[in-house]
């Protein structure tokens, strides 16, 4: 049983919305977030990345980085650039992207929830990207990114959502990297009674993206609730900010590797070893995207490769080691190109599938040796991995379209 609950919102005026709406912190490095915010100065990631509006002599996380965060949000909630809801509502946030659109619920969930774990995670969390999320979300008083969660379809949220749309949406525009962004506001008591009962019969909900995030905000819940002897359990501080998917709307790419070097094996040699474990066929010049599981893409000199593993490989049962990103780790990455562990190895990268094969290329052709294209991680893999408390291996994910930071801001208090 999810606690999935509506919430007074700060949110754009209507006529800033498509400048304030940020791709999420994490995207850039600290140059690029500088260069979009001087590009755009209204960027919701002068708030998200605060450092950006001081001088380089400042570190990112400064303690002065934060209070000037929470200086700017204050600064434009007083200046009408954020309006502030005076009564809980729940947010339908469409995205739409190449024709194909995902529709979520914007709402808060509880923290209780997450320690419970009725809300499920799927990767472990780094303690300084954490601290640096609990310095931000504990000093602006908000959180100001939204966690992705899943959930698997529900019929009654759909109907509601359907009802809803047919009416205008708050916001509509669409953002510089041409995705669609719409947004309807959800007030009425039913529409919201109808919401909350039908999350509170949905089961397990799935964090897709944003595990720091939710880690951060359950962290500051904590602490509060800790310093407040009158807690009751309803403040604002237990519960996250939150865009909830249905399971069949979501896209997830691949997330390719590339690796620098062969581990002091001959092409050939190299070659040899891998047909201990996959039937290797030669692609020629085109880059080749697997189309099915078990199946990879390698580029290397020059040459696209067909990677395709043994049947007995396909009948692995646990649901984490029949992933494909652990087929490549388990019987190509580690035993043949020696990455023990791909979260601190430098000989390996990871590219994001938005970028393409094209950027596989010009990596070999740059900086690496070769580069392998995967088949995408399923929504239902990444639930049945949660449904057991097992971790995924990193860099297993990549959802697109990427939600928008500053359109939905929680206050804690």
């Known amino acids: 049983m999810a606690t999935i609950k509506p919430f007074k919102c700060i949110r754009p005026n209507t006529t800033l919305a498509d400048k304030i709406a940020a791709l999420p912190y994490d995207v850039y490095n600290r140059t690029e977030a500088k260069l979009e915010t001087i590009r755009e100065p209204l960027s919701f990631l002068k708030i998200d990345r605060a450092e950006t509006q001081l001088g380089e002599e400042v570190d990112t996380y400064?303690?002065?980085?934060?209070?000037?965060?929470?200086?700017?949000?204050?600064?434009?909630?007083?200046?009408?650039?954020?309006?502030?809801?005076q009564e809980e509502c729940y947010y339908i946030y469409e995205l739409t992207m190449k024709g194909r659109s995902q529709t979520g619920i914007v709402a808060c969930a509880s923290i209780d929830d997450y320690l419970n774990n009725v809300i499920k995670k799927h990767e472990n969390t780094r303690e300084d990207k954490e601290i640096d999320r609990i310095h931000h979300v504990d000093i602006c008083n908000a959180q100001t990114g939204p966690i992705f969660l899943a959930y698997r379809n529900q019929q009654a949220i759909d109907e509601v959502v359907s009802d809803a749309k047919k009416?205008?949406?708050?916001?509509?525009?669409?953002?510089?990297?041409?995705?669609?962004h719409q947004v309807w506001r959800i007030s009425e008591g039913d529409r919201i009674k109808k919401i909350r009962e039908a999350f509170s019969l949905a089961g397990s909900i799935y964090?897709?993206?944003?595990?720091?995030?939710?880690?951060?905000?359950?962290?500051?819940g904590l602490k509060r609730r800790e310093n407040n002897p009158n807690d009751s359990g309803t403040e604002e501080y237990n519960y996250f900010l939150s865009v909830l998917f249905p399971h069949d709307q979501l896209m997830i790419m691949s997330y390719n590797r590339a690796v620098k070097d062969l581990n002091g094996l001959s092409e050939n040699e190299f070659i040899d070893k891998i047909k201990e474990h996959f039937m290797v066929t030669t692609i020629g010049e085109k880059p080749y995207e697997p189309r099915e599981k078990a199946t990879f893409g390698m580029y290397l000199n020059g040459t696209w490769y067909e990677l395709k593993s043994k049947d007995a490989l396909k009948e692995i049962k646990d649901p984490v080691a029949a992933l494909d990103v652990s087929l490549l780790q388990d019987y190509l990455l580690e035993p043949i190109l020696g990455i023990k562990d791909p979260r601190t190895d430098k000989r390996i990268d990871f590219i994001g599938g938005i970028r393409g094969l094209k950027e596989l290329e010009r990596r070999v052709n740059e900086d690496m040796t070769v580069a392998f294209s995967m088949y995408p991680t399923s929504i239902e893999e990444l639930f049945d991995v949660s449904d057991v408390g097992?971790?995924?291996p990193p860099k297993s994910t990549w959802f697109e379209p990427k939600l928008r930071s500053g359109l939905f801001i929680h206050s804690l208090s």
């Open 167 to 180: 009416e205008a949406p708050i916001y509509s525009f669409t953002s510089q990297d041409g995705i669609g």
């Open 390 to 392: 097992k971790l995924m």
């Open 207 to 220: 964090i897709a993206d944003g595990h720091h995030r939710a880690a951060s905000a359950v962290k500051v």
């Open 62 to 85: 400064d303690p002065r980085v934060y209070q000037k965060a929470k200086e700017i949000l204050e600064s434009m909630i007083q200046d009408g650039s954020f309006l502030f809801d």
